[in-house]
């Protein structure tokens, strides 16, 4: 049986470093002029999505695609948990320290006590969840003042994912696709309450281990299109008419109020698949200089910011874009060389084995290393 989704020589690499430079371009907007009014991606869905929420989104069913057969190949649940660590962890924390040795006096920020111990713990405290540190009056006088990183806040909802997925594995829940569905259409039913109804619970304490919860009515079912799509993945061809219905589909959901919500992680989690996996596009290797795009999503937005401040006064977002997109590929470079690529390798000296609940059935779809 043909599998179209299975082939080694995908441009999943590919995908996920335009995805980071589609953030760029999209945050250029509210960083250089202060406001995301005129973002063409904004304007094209009458208000629903910007391009760098697409670009988020699109990496969360990537991620849960990568991930999915992570799980299924490690060794262990210890092997699983090791690789992801050591791909999100090392990076974060490098960018952590960059951040208090360089864009944090660049920008003239400052730390919110005057205690040093608290301050550090702080540092720590943050950088161990995968978040922001506190600060103040960092940028104050750009266009979009006191944030150094405002990309960062996805990183813990990654993180979290992970969770989830070992836990699937751990009960077998991974394997079933009854199971998977029933999940999944249960996620964008809630996220279509969250946007149909307005609610914003803050979560309390919900919220603070374990995120915003109207931002996992819009990441889960994101992630969850991405499990399901491998698991599935055999299941479904690849053809030309499935392609147009589904931009059709994101046609009508771009201009049908709560449409993309709801069309969004089957239509795209379709279009992302075909486009990396289709006979007819050739093998782009994306990564041949590294995998850049976690180390360009990391460092762009306060690259952004120390070009909109340097520049002293707004800054056309195309203009940014371009200004900031080569810096960002630089430092992405020093992240993949100097740190991300030694853990990767660390974390794959183990020799994997079938899933960690159980054999495989069948041959599963080969992907390249996850973020």
Known sequence: MMRPFSQLNNNLDFVRLALALLVIFSHAYPLGTGSEAREPFLLLTRGQVTGGRIAVDLFFIVSGFLIASSAERSASLGSFLKKRVFRIYPAFCVLSLFTLVAFFPIGRAGFPTGSFVRNATNVVAYTLVLREFPYQHAFSHNPA????????????????????VAFLSLTGFLRSKIVLGTLFAASVALSMFFSLSGWHPGGKIFGVIFGFPPFWGRLLPMYLAGVLFYRICDW???????IVLCVALLGIAAVVPHGWTLLFPIAGSYLVFAFAYHPAIPHLNAARFGD???GTYLYAFPVLQVIVQWRGHTVNPFMLFLLGTPPTLMLALGSWYGVERWFLRKSHKQTTHPPITAELSQKQPTAPASM
């Open 292 to 294: 850049l795009s976690y």
């Open 236 to 242: 479904v061809p690849l053809r030309s008419a499935w």
């Open 145 to 164: 003042p006191n944030v150094i990183n405002g990309s960062l806040w996805s990183i813990s909802y990654e993180f979290w994912c992970y969770i989830g």
